[in-house]
């Protein structure tokens, strides 16, 4: 069955480092997006991305976050300076269309140190 | 504005009883779709239903049934005959149409506790 996949399972930084959360979302889908889960907490919505731009981002996602599809396969997520208060999990998720069944990967656990 | 409500944190059943999980949603548009996903203690996204707003008929899979009343905005999930393996934080979640990204907004969550 195909699955969304993430890389890494779990990353330590420390402070002010730049990361890079990667994703292979399933081939045929449209829509791809991230979310991050503090802990304990609800899953809320970063970005959703489409035809190769962004459609849509929350207040959460500043300056200090970037989405790519470099290759037509990998959708990443980049930190430019990452803060003790990003850590989280963070999902990739993707759908064949807006408001279709959107498939979750097992998540990256951030780790800002 | 839309909203998701899931107004009980915690669940704790014994086994074979069955446990009912509510979620009561916001919106003003009048196409959307309504999700209910499960995180086990692994900590994945496991997506269980989506439902339209067009289509209020109840659904069942197996030992799941989900109950949708635009009326009272309500999209409530059940679990019949619980088992330990159901333990889980449960999601509702909403995105509407008009929104054509698909973003989702997720509600706080219940976290169901299965004894057995």
């Known amino acids: 069955e195909p699955e969304v996949t993430q890389t890494p399972s779990h990353q330590v930084t420390q402070m002010g480092q730049e990361v890079i959360l990667r994703c292979v979302p399933i081939s045929n889908h449209l829509y791809f997006y991230w979310y991050r889960q503090i802990l304990g907490q609800k899953v809320e919505f970063l970005v959703s991305?489409?035809?190769?731009?962004?459609?849509?981002k929350s207040e959460i996602f500043d300056d200090q976050f970037s989405v790519e599809r470099p290759d037509g396969s990998n959708f990443t997520l980049k930190i430019r300076s990452t803060k003790l208060e990003d850590s989280a999990m963070y999902f990739c998720?993707?759908?064949?269309?807006?408001?279709?069944?959107?498939?979750f990967g097992q998540g990256t656990r951030l780790t800002v140190v | 504005a839309q909203k998701v409500t899931q107004a009980q944190t915690e669940i704790s059943v014994v086994e074979k009883e069955d446990v009912t999980l509510d979620c009561v949603y916001e919106?003003?548009?009048?196409?959307?779709?309504l999700f209910w996903y499960k995180q086990p203690p692994s900590g994945e996204l496991v997506f269980l239903i989506r439902r339209n707003s067009f289509d209020e008929q109840n659904e069942i899979s197996g030992r799941y049934s989900w109950n949708f009343q635009k009326s009272t905005s309500s999209f409530n999930f059940t679990i019949t005959a619980s088992q330990v393996v159901d333990s889980a934080v449960y999601f509702c979640a909403l995105s509407e149409a008009r929104n054509q990204g698909g973003k989702l907004i997720f509600g706080q969550g219940t976290e169901l506790s299965v004894k057995p």
């Open positions: 998720a993707s759908s064949v269309g807006g408001g279709w069944d959107a498939f």
């Open positions: 919106t003003r548009d009048t196409t959307y779709y």
């Open positions: 991305f489409y035809n190769n731009e962004i459609s849509e």
